[in-house]
């Protein structure tokens, strides 16, 4: 696609409830992020794949959250037993190759927990 | 304790004014960059800079990246409202390969 598309946009979960967020990144994109942003911050690492190989997860805040990207291309963030402090903006970011290359971001999932 | 400090945080200037915004760290970054983000979107990507001393200019904006790649600072010429947004500055460090982003500054450009 000509963008890298979020769903859903926004997303309400009761707390114990789980939820997953979808990222479709641009096609051909080797590295995908997702990455975490409260109101008011710049956005906190969380996890990075390469292809389907998840290079980095040592931003995900415990283990209730899990992503995968089996086949490469769209990639899923799982938070299991979702807590209020979960609340927040989820984007996810594709690039086509390495560090040096601009990062394109989704719209993002605004995820509130109540 | 942010890699990248963002001042100031929050910005209100009128139309036709000058703004310079700073990006500073104590770590070198192999590349840096700035984006801006509006209200329910992600961040976009205005530029890209990666040696040391580099300057580029995109239309009315100004971006620095300062010698020793640790700081960086954009500057915005005759700010108009379409300007208005939250600008981060997010850098890779030498040797890995994520961004780390500041906290971004607010801009409010009034009419």
């Known amino acids: 696609g000509a963008g890298v598309s979020q769903s859903p946009r926004y997303k309400v979960a009761k707390r114990g409830q789980d939820v997953a967020l979808r990222c479709d990144p641009i096609?051909?994109?080797?590295?995908l992020f997702w990455y975490q942003q409260a109101l008011g911050q710049g956005p906190e690492f969380l996890t990075y794949?390469?292809?389907?190989?998840?290079?980095?997860k040592s931003g995900l805040p415990s283990d209730r959250f899990f992503a995968e990207r089996p086949e490469g291309s769209v990639s899923t963030l799982k938070i299991q037993r979702t807590q209020q402090e979960d609340s927040a903006v989820y984007l996810c970011?594709?690039?086509?190759?390495?560090?040096?290359?601009?990062?394109?971001f989704g719209s993002g999932t605004r995820l509130t927990v109540v | 304790t942010q890699l990248l400090e963002q001042s100031p945080q929050f910005l209100s200037i009128q139309e036709g004014e000058n703004l310079t915004v700073y990006c500073n760290s104590s770590s070198v970054f192999s590349s840096l960059q700035w984006y801006r983000q509006e209200p329910g979107e992600g961040p976009v990507l205005l530029v890209t800079v990666v040696t040391g001393g580099e300057v580029k200019k995109l239309k009315r904006l100004t971006f620095q990246f300062g010698d020793a790649r640790k700081d960086s600072s954009l500057h915005i010429t005759a700010a108009q409202p379409g300007d208005t947004g939250l600008y981060l500055c997010a850098g890779v460090t030498v040797g890995d390969y994520k961004l780390s982003f500041g906290a971004g500054t607010t801009v409010t450009v009034r009419a």
């Open positions: 970011a594709s690039s086509p190759r390495d560090k040096n290359y601009g990062y394109t």
């Open positions: 794949f390469q292809n389907e190989a998840q290079l980095d």
């Open positions: 096609s051909g994109h080797v590295s």
